[in-house]
């Protein structure tokens, strides 16, 4: 047999081996390939991409200025809070993070999605949310969704002055108040700022330096809080006390004719502007009436001083009834001949509109318009009111009998004021002052006084008032022990809308204290009381009530609370009830700024612990939690806080703060 052939052997391993060698020869030249591709060829895209995903030019904007009393009490200011904003070409599925994004903020789910799909590179979704709600949002991760940092208005006072604040829109625009008659003091500057986002989309920066370069400037009021809340709280007594509509306070230094208390009611709280919709209207500032009795001081004085009556002149009184050109007169009272200083001190209609004819229209008219009556005051309020002073053309002979004792003459509750600061200051008229300063800002020179009555003729009249309250005149319940009071009720008909004069009244009463040496002019307005329509009886004690309070605190009398010696008041402040019922803070001081230190914030069942923070920080930590604020003590820094921190809230959030002097404070 023949022997088979047999060739050489193929080399697997050098085929194995070359193949291995092509693969990994490929894939490197496939890598290096798409390296020098998305290096080199698409690199410099792809870089702009990524520094628009992480940097980016924004308009940021500082935070709007505070507005505080004459003592630092903070009654606006700004705290950061959430907004929830979208780059809905980022968000994969608008229809799912439109419902979850909906049961958290308690928006439409509809809405949110129709905002989603707008094809608007950025959309807002909700503004200004609880930090409850803005930790729902962040745990959701949706990307595309993103929590931006915005200022938020606060009033942390409450219904103090409320309806004089007045308030912001959601961009924190002023729109009422002073907080729109001061826009261009306290709105915050704007700059584009290129700045960093996280890999959530969270801003990083700008500097804490370069938004407090961007802030508002603050606003001091002449406001006194502790006076302005003496004077709600005895306004609120008045108006409840008296079944009545509404009603006006006023209180006013006489050395310097500075606001140290403006008061309306029912009260306006800015924080719940929805729910208090329709009480805040600036009845002080808006409102005219017919002022009733409390004219007659300025029509005696203008007598006085024309020499028409002196003190000692008597005038007959018609024994109560008396007609003038067929239309009739009457006293309360049938009151025979009075001596001049008696029909100040009775208020007798009668009387004052004999003495108003002998005066005669023009040279009544002239000390109107020399008392400011019939023009605003110029307060810094674009709604207030002139009043209304009919041409003396048209005065008849019981149009001026009428607006002797009060009737056919609209005022204003500044003008009022600023009539009795007139004889206050022995016969010398000043402005009125509502600003203090806006930071160095000039808000114009002081006017020059204007002298409207003599020296005598102005101090006769006060102790024609003295004798209102001090003797058997109609102001007795606004006696204080120890301290001599002068002041005019007035008990004015309102007009009838049907014509004439209803059964509806306006109980008021305006005051002097001390007479002797005037501090203080305080001036309360009832609207509408139903239990007693006199305003001896309505309104003077309560106006005594601020006066005590005044008096107080200006070291002129013994402390009291309440209206009741320190011994009285012990008792009261062992019950439960008394924090309820004294609702008077002391001052908080102006913030520290540059404080960058993290601050706890709570949830949304528990109260967070705000002791040891400044006044600002604890607001920044409440706030945004819903929660409403008083404020006691004369510092800082929280001291005490109730409720205690980590309880359960309360009904209605509310959160009272004690403040203590920061360590080291002299």
């Known amino acids: 047999m023949a ?62 200025g505070a507005i505080m009393d004459r003592n630092g009490v903070l009654l606006a200011t700004s705290v950061n809070v959430a907004s929830v904003s979208a780059r809905p070409a980022e968000v994969a599925d608008p229809a799912q993070a439109a419902v979850r994004l909906g049961k958290i903020l308690g928006i439409s789910p509809e809405h949110i999605a129709r905002q989603l799909r707008s094809g608007r590179k950025f959309v807002w979704i909700a503004r200004k949310i609880s930090d409850a709600q803005a930790q729902a949002v962040r745990e959701l991760g949706i990307a595309g969704i993103f929590l931006e940092n915005e200022s938020a208005r606060q009033y942390p006072q409450g219904v103090v002055a409320g309806q004089l604040l007045g308030f912001v829109d959601v961009d924190g625009v002023g729109i009422e108040g002073l907080e729109r008659e001061f826009e261009s003091v306290l709105k915050p500057s704007q700059a584009k700022f290129t700045v960093q986002r996280d890999a959530q989309g969270n801003r990083l920066g700008p500097s804490p330096a370069d938004l407090e370069a961007l802030s508002g400037r603050a606003l001091q009021l002449t406001l006194d ?34 606001i140290l208390a403006w008061a309306n009611y029912p009260f306006f709280n800015p924080n719940m502007r ?28 203008a007598a006085l001083e024309e020499r028409v009556c002196s003190p000692t002149q008597s005038y007959f009184c018609e024994n109560g009834q008396w007609s003038v050109a067929g239309k009739r007169i009457k006293d309360t009272h049938a009151y025979g001949s009075l001596p001049v200083n008696k029909i100040l001190r009775y208020s007798s209609n009668i009387g004052m509109a004999k003495i108003g004819l002998e005066l005669g229209g023009p040279r009544l008219r002239k000390y109107l318009d020399a008392l400011g009556l019939g023009k605003p005051t110029g307060l810094p309020l674009s709604g207030e009111a002139a009043g ?90 606004a006696r ?27 109980a008021s009463f305006f005051a002097v204290l001390p007479v002797d040496q005037p501090r203080y002019v305080v001036g309360m307005v009832v609207d509408t009381p139903r239990t007693s329509h006199y305003g001896g009886v309505v309104a003077a004690p309560e106006v005594r009530n601020v006066g005590v309070r005044l008096l107080t605190l200006a070291g002129m009398l013994q402390p009291m609370v309440d209206g009741k010696l320190l011994a009285e008041a012990a008792s009261l402040q062992s019950k439960p009830e008394y924090m309820q019922r004294t609702k008077i803070s002391a001052a908080v001081v102006k913030p520290q700024e540059g404080t960058q230190e993290k601050i706890p914030s709570g949830n949304a069942t528990e109260v967070p612990d705000v002791r040891g923070l400044t006044v600002r920080e604890a607001l920044e930590v409440l706030v945004p939690c819903g929660a409403t604020l008083s404020v006691a003590g004369s510092g800082s820094v929280v001291e005490r806080q109730l409720p205690v921190a980590g309880g359960s809230w309360p009904e209605g959030k509310e959160v009272r703060l004690w403040l203590a002097r920061e360590p080291g404070d002299g």
């Open 3 to 64: 022997k088979a052939k047999t060739g050489p052997k193929r080399d697997w391993f050098r085929v194995k081996a070359l193949f291995v060698a092509v693969f990994f020869a490929s894939v490197l030249t496939a890598a290096w390939g798409r390296a020098y591709w998305l290096q080199v060829v698409q690199g410099p895209e792809l870089a702009r991409k990524a520094q628009a995903q992480h940097w980016t030019s924004e308009q940021i904007s500082g935070r709007r």
């Open 225 to 258: 809080v502790q006076v302005q809340v003496a004077a709600e709280e005895a306004l609120e007594r008045a108006v409840l006390g008296s079944q009545a509509k509404s009603g006006m306070c006023m209180v006013v230094d006489v050395a310097t004719g500075e």
């Open 274 to 301: 929805s729910k208090d919709r329709g009480q805040w209207r600036n009845r002080i500032a808006t409102d005219i009436f017919e002022p009733g009795s409390i004219m007659k001081p300025f029509v005696m004085a």
């Open 388 to 477: 209304l002073v009919k041409p003396l053309s048209s005065w008849r002979k019981v149009e001026q009998a009428n607006i002797s004792f009060g009737q056919g003459i609209g005022v204003t509750m500044p003008q009022m004021m600023q009539a009795y600061l007139t004889l206050a200051r022995e016969g010398e008229r000043i402005p009125l002052r509502l600003v203090r300063d806006a930071e160095n800002a000039s808000l114009g020179a002081p006017a020059e006084p204007i002298r409207v009555f003599s020296r005598q003729t102005a101090r006769t009249v006060l102790n024609m008032l003295a004798e209102v309250v001090e003797e058997d005149g109609t102001g007795t319940l």
């Open 480 to 506: 204080i022990q120890g301290v001599r009071v002068g002041g005019k009720t007035g008990t004015a008909q309102k007009a009838s809308a049907q014509g004439g004069y209803g059964s509806d009244y306006l």
